[in-house]
């Protein structure tokens, strides 16, 4: 009997501890979505039904079930949540950040285990306790790593007195601003952009105590927001002389509210202490101001096809015919505010002409990827509509074979701009395929093609577009949203 009662122990024991650890993966995963904001996951998440299913349907069968959970646990839990962390496209990322917190909740969860076996004090072992302790502890850890990587990152740009720092920000382009700046001013200087979208201010500072080498001379740095203050922290913290402001739209309006509250953000930058220059765009202010110069106005004789960008940018001393194989209308603004900024940093026409010529398309944004015949336009990392708008007119141009887009739709806007997207997609393609359940109504209702197909994720899409393109068609990638979008 008394053997009976130890592996019954057992049992509970090691499903507890198996429970605790994969309701804190879930937890830590969605942290990691929302930038480990608990609030945002709670109150912001775009599948707040996971939630009911994967953490509170296991939390109250836990504690209804009894000895019966381990086969609840076993057979219905364990799989669901394997299954669904399979079909995650964004799987979790085990940073350092992450191990912590995993190996802080099976501390506590054993800790608290073995405390009520030996004291036989718990009829029950605890599930939420050790969660909320870890997340907690977790909590109180990194920001005393954050103040300690802030400390080196500012100490480290103390020290280097003569290194130029430029900050870029606005609602969208910001990443391919950064890029067009570095791969031009790189030319003449050495130059460090923080890579990919890194643009938060942990982010940042990790990038500058990990790679910002000591001989750079330029720091191009891409700063991004998602409440009131974000960049104002970021401007007070890399002090650049040299600072912009690129378009600003209802870009996660769902966070801001209003389209002012973007702006004012935005704006934000222009508290840097080392302020120099700064060059806005005429969407966020017609405010004038000794150090701003406007962007936006100077493009002239744009033509963009998918053999790339020919354009006249006119400035106050001097007008340039410019080419590059970036596509996109959209980037002549970008580039338009790259050359200014090479301008201001001494360099001649002829020196920024050649570098424009030779610019990258950036990752993503309306990269052009030829394969099996098939032509692609990946613009998966664009999520704006002036910029999915430019996708379609591009694709429109396409001669031959069929229009293929694959999309979600407009992430954190409105119906209205949705349904104006939806309405030019149905005077280009031949086939769209929705991906995801976030605007998926929207598309049925407003989507009029030859062929529309609906997927609750992209696990299928792959086989879909084996079966549905051939070669000579045109696809286009727009707004490659995670599934947890």
């Known amino acids: 009997m008394e053997n009976i009662e130890i592996f019954e122990r ?11 650890f994969v309701l804190a993966w879930y937890l830590i995963t969605n942290l990691q979505w929302y930038n480990y904001s608990l609030s945002r996951v709670i109150l912001k998440h775009h599948k707040p039904q996971w939630h009911i299913l994967y953490f509170i349907i296991p939390f109250i069968a836990y504690y209804t079930t009894g000895k019966f959970f381990v086969i609840f646990f076993v057979f219905a839990i364990l799989p669901s949540i394997i299954i669904w962390h399979k079909r995650l496209d964004k799987k979790l990322v085990l940073t350092w950040r992450v191990k912590r917190f995993l190996i802080l909740v099976i501390g506590l969860t054993l800790f608290g285990n073995v405390l009520c076996t030996l004291k036989d004090i718990c009829s029950t072992y605890g599930v939420f306790m050790p969660l909320a302790l870890a997340y907690i502890g977790s909590h109180i850890i990194e920001k005393y790593l954050f103040m300690v990587y802030k400390k080196q990152a500012k100490s480290k740009l103390a020290s280097m007195d003569k290194l130029q720092v430029i900050a870029i920000t606005g609602s969208y382009g910001k990443t391919s601003i ?21 643009n938060t201010l942990g982010g940042i500072m990790a990038d500058i105590n990990n790679s910002l080498a000591e001989d750079t001379e330029i720091y191009v740095c891409e700063a991004g927001a998602r409440e009131t203050g974000d960049i104002y922290d970021i401007a007070t913290f890399v002090e650049p002389q040299t600072v912009v402001v690129g378009k600003v739209g209802e870009a996660h309006i769902e966070y801001f509210k209003t389209l002012d509250n973007i702006k004012a953000t935005k704006l934000e930058l222009m508290q840097s202490p080392r302020l120099e220059r700064a060059f806005i765009h005429t969407s966020v202010t017609d405010e004038p101001h000794a150090k701003v110069t406007f962007f936006g106005n100077e493009l002239s004789d744009v033509n963009a096809g998918l053999d790339g ?44 002409t050649n570098a424009v010529k030779e610019l990258e398309p950036v990752e993503h944004r309306l990269q052009m990827i030829k394969a099996g015949g098939k032509l692609i336009l990946d613009d998966g990392y664009n999520g704006n509509i002036d910029g999915m708008l430019e996708g379609v007119r591009l694709c429109s141009l396409h001669e031959g074979g069929q229009k293929v887009m694959v999309t979600p739709g407009l992430v954190e806007s409105r119906d209205e701009l949705n349904i104006q997207l939806i309405n030019a997609i149905n005077d280009v393609f031949d086939i769209v395929i929705v991906t995801g359940s976030l605007n998926a109504e929207l598309f049925k209702k407003h989507l009029d093609v030859k062929q529309k197909v609906m997927l609750a994720d992209k696990t299928s899409l792959t086989a879909v577009l084996a079966n549905q393109t051939k070669s000579g068609d045109i696809i286009l990638f727009a707004n490659d949203a995670p599934n947890f979008i």
């Not at 057992?10 to 605790?20: E, G, H």
């Not at 200087?189 to 979208?197: A, C, E, G, H, N």
């Not at 340039?320 to 940093?345: C, E, P, W, Y």
């Open 178 to 198: 950064k890029n067009f700046v570095a791969e031009i001013l790189s030319k003449k200087f050495k130059v460090y952009p923080t890579p990919r979208s890194i």
């Open 309 to 352: 960008t020919d354009f006249t940018i006119t400035l106050e001393d001097t007008t340039l015919k410019l080419h590059t194989d970036v596509l996109g209308s959209f980037q002549t603004m970008n580039i338009a505010v790259a050359v200014r900024i090479a301008k201001s940093f001494g360099m001649s026409d002829e020196e920024i």
């Open 10 to 20: 057992l049992i509970a024991f090691t499903t507890n501890a198996l429970f605790v």
